[in-house]
């Protein structure tokens, strides 16, 4: 079991690997055998496939920089809701590059053991941004009172 302080350390270490194209830090960090869910793609099995994970979305937007706007720790984990800003500049989900400036706000709710992140939930408000990527949502929102 980890202390608080070490599970916040671990995700301060994290963020920064995954927002500074620091890659070779994420085998600090990811446990082997990690789980990330995502609510827009099937569960990420294993630390390769997780790293790919976040460095294609940095390929994708390589001047990106996540800021941890609140974080809350327990001997078990961490809830971190960060925001990121950057420059689409690569291929994103099949989007081409737009050089649209994207702001992204997300809640990750993290299990940490042993300083090692082994499971993330990740939600983020992917509407905005592939609004912010020019895609054009099935759905438009009603605007004013009914």
């Given at each position: 079991m980890s202390s608080n302080n070490q599970n916040q350390d671990t995700?301060?270490?994290?963020?920064?690997?995954?927002?500074?194209?620091?890659?070779?830090?994420l085998d600090d960090v990811l446990n082997v055998d990690i789980v990330l869910h995502d609510p827009h793609l099937d569960d990420i099995r294993g630390r390769n496939r997780v790293e790919n994970y976040y460095t294609s979305f940095h390929d994708a937007f390589p001047n990106v920089e996540f800021t941890i706007d609140d974080l809350f720790a327990t001997?078990?984990?961490?809830?971190?809701?960060?925001?990121?800003?950057?420059?689409?500049?690569?291929?994103?989900?099949?989007?081409?590059?737009?050089?649209?400036?994207?702001?992204?706000?997300?809640?990750d709710i993290v299990r940490v053991d042993d300083g090692r992140i082994n499971e993330v939930w990740t939600v983020y408000d992917s509407a905005t941004l592939l609004q912010q990527l020019d895609v054009e949502l099935p759905i438009t929102p009603p605007t004013g009172g009914s």
């Open positions: 995700i301060r270490h994290f963020y920064e690997a995954t927002g500074e194209e620091i890659y070779d830090l001997n078990e984990g961490v809830a971190v809701r960060w925001t990121a800003e950057g420059t689409h500049e690569g291929e994103f989900w099949g989007i081409e590059p737009t050089e649209n400036e994207i702001h992204l706000s997300g809640i």
